[in-house]
């Protein structure tokens, strides 16, 4: 059971300033006990500042601090439907230090059939990532659904705490485009249980939601860089030649990076063979790779190992994990990717497995 733990406030107006600066880092339902995070905590979005407080209970109006500290002129309002609550806490007993101040403290959207809408307004017009922290710190089965407003990109929140944040476990997160308007509009509704509101993220993007090439390819086998490691030169931007297809395998990246929309695709591999998605911190040798069986290898350091797939009759491949998710990314980070794969039968080298180009994302 929750109940509600202080009173509803009316809002302080502060004087307006700066619009230019609209990173904010919100810790909702503050309570005594968990107060704000350290301006060293960056959480799931890796933006470090300060934290500003939205307590008391709905509507949460508010002017908002940047995560500089500065006075901006974004304001806050919650319009509650159904039979939300307020401001909650519980101790968790896993969640200590900076996340239990985050996550402990939360808005109780209130039972299932109970919706938050949460407006902010006044912001910059642009693409944002939106975090928005949405997990039980009471109960592991209460789960919250979060949907920017006009849109049907519904994400669910919530599970047992995972030992860290973790997407659709402690919190969601969306690209969302602010027009001229400057609003930004969430509908948070309870899926499971109580739905929980424990606080907001917002990162602006320097590139459109899910607009532009997602990835660059480099580190081509077709003459222009490293040589091939036995004169099986592929074509232009393409990995070494293989046993079954003479231009060699080529790799792209399709799809939005943020948040989850990333998809890795190869063609000209050997039919049939498994292949290794993996991906690198780095772009090995400038971006030009070195030898390494048939291939060259492009990506390295730190390499993650995201995913086996077998390529189809028709030699392609695809990845179907959720990249974001499986290889740790960070909203910011800039990661290289290649397919490592079979060539058994055929292997112009003899080494058996070759590699495609390498493909670079900036999430
Ligand atoms: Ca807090
Ligand atoms: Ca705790
Ligand atoms: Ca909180």
Redesign the pocket.
């Known amino acids: 059971m929750r109940k509600i733990q202080s009173s509803w406030w009316v809002a302080l107006l502060v004087a307006p300033a700066s619009a230019a600066a609209q990173e904010f880092n919100l810790?909702v339902?503050?309570?005594t006990t968990?107060?704000?995070?350290s301006s060293a905590y960056g959480a799931a979005a890796g933006q470090a500042g300060e934290w500003f407080?939205l307590n008391g209970g709905p509507p949460y109006a508010f002017t908002l601090d940047d995560v500089h500290g500065t006075t901006t002129s974004v304001v806050t309002d919650c319009q509650v439907m159904g039979n939300g609550l307020g401001d909650y806490s519980s101790d968790n007993a896993l969640t200590s230090g900076d996340d239990e101040?985050?996550m402990?403290?939360l808005q109780d959207v209130g039972g299932v059939g109970s919706t938050a809408i949460w407006t902010f307004s006044g912001l910059a017009p642009g693409a944002y990532n939106v975090f928005t922290y949405a997990w039980a710190p009471d109960v592991a089965t209460y789960t919250t659904n979060i949907t920017p407003g006009g849109t049907s990109d519904t994400q669910v929140s919530g599970g047992p705490w995972p030992g860290g944040h973790a997407l659709g476990t402690t919190y969601a997160l969306h690209c969302v485009t602010v027009d001229s308007a400057g609003v930004l509009v969430l509908e948070i509704a309870t899926a499971t249980g109580f739905g929980s509101v424990n606080g907001f993220q917002l990162v602006p993007k320097s590139t459109a939601c899910g607009g532009g090439a997602p990835g660059v390819a480099f580190c081509f086998c077709d003459g222009g860089g490293t040589a091939a490691p036995c004169g099986n030169t592929g074509a232009a931007g393409n990995g070494c030649a293989n046993g079954s297809v003479s231009a060699g395998a080529n790799l792209t990246a399709t799809g939005a990076p943020v948040p989850d929309g990333l998809v890795l695709e190869a063609v000209g591999l050997v039919p049939g063979q498994p292949g290794l998605y993996f991906q690198g911190d780095n772009e090995i040798n400038g971006g030009l790779g070195v030898t390494f069986g048939d291939g060259l290898r492009c990506a390295g350091g730190g390499v993650v190992r995201l995913q086996v797939v077998a390529a189809t009759t028709a030699g392609t491949s695809a990845t179907t994990v959720d990249l974001f998710v499986t290889g740790g990314i960070t909203p910011g980070d800039t990661r290289s990717y290649q397919l490592w794969y079979r060539d058994p039968a055929s292997s112009p080298c003899g080494t058996g497995f070759n590699l495609t180009n390498g493909v670079t994302v900036d999430w």
């Open positions: 810790d339902g503050d309570a968990f107060g704000i995070p407080s101040l985050l402990d403290d």
